[in-house]
Structures are given as structure tokens and as C-alpha cells.
């Protein structure tokens, strides 16, 4: 039997368009730092993942290479796959490469992290991987403590709704590999889109176990993300 492996399926072929027309937003830099290599930096220092797979948009490979992975000598193997239309069809890609190019087993686990989410930290990387290891689907999230509304169309209140039970998903979302391309194949198969991985795996009929999150786990889609990182950065360990 083939060593069980594990790996991470780093997301970055989104176009960024939140953070205006110039620069994609995984580009953008921290401190003299790209976040999206700063992203890699987590998982590449995190001794339980063997291998990185970097989903890119189209045409963006070189520039990867070159800005992004080389001047930062990274320690583990990164290997660059073109992205998709939209975010399900780019982790479809990764996965793809992942069952097809690496010679693994179907109860490796594979994790999806967002490009632009540079604070994740490693204990919550390890026990993601725990987590998926014994259940084969588990993701951080954090309770919501604000008041949520429901609202019309034309943004008129319709209800309060009960935050009692309400979380927001972050990622890394990790998986047993089997396990996220059977739901993959179902959605596909019954036309289903979701907005993040453990949405198919739901669909498909599988649970997912929650871990908690952080609230420095900060997803950077916006220009004001970007101010909130730059004072999170002499928080967390570099």
C-alpha cells in the first residue's frame, strides 16, 4: 500500500476584483511580502503535509514562479496548476492533478485553503488534519456573536434570525482525498454549485466535523482586510 500522505490545495485564481482593477489581491503585499506567499510560508513550514499544490488563473503561472515561489525557498514541493472558471472548477483542478500526477492513497487527506488567507496557524492546520483523519471531513469556523437579519431584496428587515447555532466557515476545509472527489462527481452529476468544499460534501451526504476557528484567520478580499493585516502582522509568528 502507498504511504498516506498529505497535502494542501492552495486556492489563488480568483481575479481580486474587490481590491480594484490593478493588482490581483493574492499578489498584493504585507509588509514587503506577497500574502500569497505568505500563505504558502504556514504550510510549508507544517511538518504533517508533504507536498503544495498552488492553483493559479490562467497565464499566471510564470509570474508565480518567479514573484511568488522562487525568491522565498520553499522547502516543499509546489506545484503550479492552472485554474478554473470559477472556485469549484479550480479545486476540481487540483484535485485532479493530485489523483492523476501523484501516486497516492484515497485516504490521503487533501486541505483547501484559501490564497488569500496568510494568518492561518499551525495548530489549526495539524488538527484539521486530525479531524480528517478520523471523521474524512473537517473545517475550522467560528461562532457568530453579532446580531443576524434577514433581509428583502430592497434591504428591508424580514426577521432576527437565531445565531445560537450560526458559525462561519474558514479555511483550511481537509478531507480524506475518496472522500471530496466522490463529492466532487456527485455535484457534477446533480448540477450542484457550492461555495465551499464542505458544501459538497454535505450534499453528498457526508458530516462534517467543525473545529474552531480563529477571528485572525482573516480572509483578504478587500482593501480595508488589508489594513486589518497589516496590524495583525506583529501578532502572529513568522
Known sequence: MNELRHFVIVVAAGKGLRMGPTTKKQYLQIDGIPILTRTLRVFD???PLHEIILVVPKGDGEYCKTHIIDPYGFKKKVHLVEGGEERQHSVLNGLKYIRDGINCDKEAIVMIHDGVRPFVNQNMIKACIKNAIEYGACIPAV???DTVK??????VIQKT??????????????FKLGLLLRAFDHAIKTSFRGTDEASLVEHSGHKVIIIK??????????PEDLVLGEHFLPTIPQ
Open 213 to 222: 476557528g480563529s477571528q485572525l484567520n482573516i480572509k483578504i478580499t478587500t
Open 150 to 155: 434577514q433581509v428583502s431584496p430592497d434591504l
Open 161 to 174: 434570525v437565531n445565531r445560537e447555532t450560526l458559525y462561519t466557515a474558514q479555511t483550511p476545509q481537509a
Open 143 to 145: 461562532k457568530i456573536t
Open 45 to 47: 513550514h507544517c511538518d
